[in-house]
C-alpha cells in the first residue's frame, strides 16, 4: 500500500450513463459524489446542466452542486481546492470519495499533481482581450488563440472566452504556450486512483444526446433560460454553457426556437467528441463499454470487480 487516499473517477461524454452508474457504485462501496461538471456548481441552472435531482441521487450525498451564483466567476485552480478538500473530508468518514463528471482538464488538475500560478497573469492585457472580444466577436479570438497555441485552442470551446483570453494572456506574458506549460509539469496522481470511462457506439451516443436535449426543452429548458435573461445577466462564465448560449441567441432573435435547438444538440454532439479525444489522450482510463443497456447489473459488476481490484476493495455485494 501507498498510503495515498483511495479516489474513484468516473469520467466519460454527456448522456452515456454516468448518473445512475454513479448512485449504484456510491452504495457498493460507501461511497460519497462529488460533481465534477463544471456548470452543476451554479444556482438555477439545473435542466440545461442535467443537474441530478433530490429524489434520484437515493440518499447519497453530492458535492459541489448549486455552490455558485450564475454572476460567479469559477476557475479550475478553485474546483482544483474545493474537490480536494471534499476528498479529505470524505475520506476522514471512512467512506469512498467518487469524483462523477464530464470536464476534462477539471478532473485533470484534482488528480494529477498540477500548479497552477497566477505568476502568468497581465490585468491590463486581459481587460483589452476582453474587450476585443465585444468588438471583434468570440470567434475571430478564438483564431488568434488558434494561431499561436492550436493545441490548447483544440481543447476549448470558441465561446469559453474565459479560457480562450487565458491562453492568449499566458503566451503573452510568458512567451509560452498554455500547452506547452502543461507538458513540462510531470504530472503524478495524487491519489490511489481507480479511474473508470464509459463509452458506446457514436453513432448510439448521439442519438441519446439528442433526446435528451428534446427532454430539456420539454422540462422547462427555455422557461429556465428565460429567468437568466430578463434578469441581465450578460457576458459571464455561466451563460457559456451550451444550452444556455444557444437559448440566448433565441432570445436575443438571431435564431429561431427550431434553430437553437438543432444548435444545442449539434454542440452537445461537438462537447461529446470533444470530451472523448480528451480523455484519450490526457489521462490513463479503464473503458467500459456502456451499449449493452438490456443487462445493466452484468455491466455493474463487472466494473465493480475492476474497482474492488484497483483500489483493493471489497463491495457490499453482487
Known amino acids: 500500500m501507498n498510503g495515498k487516499q483511495k479516489l474513484l473517477v468516473i469520467i466519460g461524454p454527456t448522456a452515456v450513463g454516468k448518473t445512475k452508474l454513479s448512485i449504484e457504485l456510491a452504495k457498493r462501496f460507501n461511497g460519497e459524489i462529488i460533481s465534477g461538471d463544471s456548470m452543476q456548481i451554479y444556482r438555477g441552472m439545473d435542466v440545461g446542466t442535467a443537474k441530478i435531482k433530490q429524489d434520484e441521487m437515493?440518499?447519497?450525498?453530492?458535492?459541489?452542486?448549486?455552490i455558485?451564483?450564475?454572476?460567479?466567476?469559477?476557475?479550475?485552480?478553485?474546483?482544483?481546492?474545493?474537490?480536494?478538500?471534499?476528498?479529505?473530508?470524505?475520506?476522514?468518514?471512512?467512506?469512498?470519495?467518487?469524483?462523477?463528471?464530464?470536464?476534462?482538464?477539471?478532473?485533470?488538475?484534482?488528480i494529477y499533481d498540477y500548479q497552477f500560478s497566477e505568476a502568468s497573469g497581465d490585468e491590463v492585457f486581459r481587460l483589452q482581450l476582453e474587450e476585443r472580444a465585444k468588438e471583434i466577436g468570440n470567434e475571430a479570438l478564438y483564431r488568434e488563440l488558434l494561431e499561436v497555441d492550436p493545441e490548447s485552442a483544440r481543447q476549448i470551446h470558441p465561446n469559453n472566452v474565459r479560457r480562450v483570453i487565458r491562453a492568449l494572456e499566458i503566451f503573452h506574458t510568458t512567451g509560452t504556450t498554455m500547452s506547452e506549460g502543461q507538458k513540462e509539469q510531470k504530472p503524478e496522481l495524487l491519489y490511489e486512483t481507480a479511474l473508470i470511462g464509459l463509452t458506446m457506439d457514436r453513432e448510439t451516443l448521439y442519438e441519446r444526446i439528442n433526446l435528451r436535449v428534446q427532454m430539456m426543452i420539454d422540462e422547462g429548458l427555455l422557461p429556465e433560460v428565460e429567468r437568466l435573461y430578463h434578469s441581465g445577466l450578460r457576458d459571464c462564465q455561466s451563460i457559456q454553457a451550451i444550452g444556455y448560449k444557444e437559448m440566448y441567441d433565441f432570445l436575443d432573435g438571431k435564431?429561431?426556437?427550431?434553430?437553437?435547438?438543432?444548435?444545442?444538440?449539434?454542440?452537445?454532439?461537438?462537447?461529446?467528441?470533444?470530451?472523448?479525444?480528451?480523455?484519450?489522450?490526457?489521462?490513463?482510463?479503464?473503458w467500459f463499454d456502456m451499449m449493452d443497456?438490456?443487462?445493466?447489473?452484468?455491466?455493474?459488476?463487472?466494473?465493480?470487480?475492476y474497482i474492488e481490484g484497483k483500489l483493493q476493495l471489497k463491495s457490499n455485494t453482487y
Do not use: C
Open 58 to 66: 437515493e440518499g447519497i450525498p453530492h458535492f459541489l452542486i448549486d
Open 68 to 110: 455558485k451564483d450564475p454572476s460567479d466567476h469559477f476557475s479550475v485552480a478553485e474546483f482544483q481546492q474545493l474537490v480536494r478538500g471534499k476528498i479529505n473530508e470524505i475520506s476522514q468518514k471512512g467512506k469512498l470519495p467518487i469524483i462523477v463528471g464530464g470536464t476534462g482538464l477539471y478532473i485533470q488538475s484534482v
Open 255 to 286: 435564431v429561431s426556437l427550431e434553430e437553437a435547438v438543432e444548435n444545442i444538440k449539434q454542440n452537445s454532439r461537438r462537447y461529446a467528441k470533444r470530451q472523448l479525444t480528451w480523455f484519450r489522450n490526457k489521462m490513463s482510463v479503464q
Open 293 to 305: 443497456t438490456t443487462d445493466f447489473l452484468k455491466k455493474l459488476t463487472e466494473i465493480s470487480r
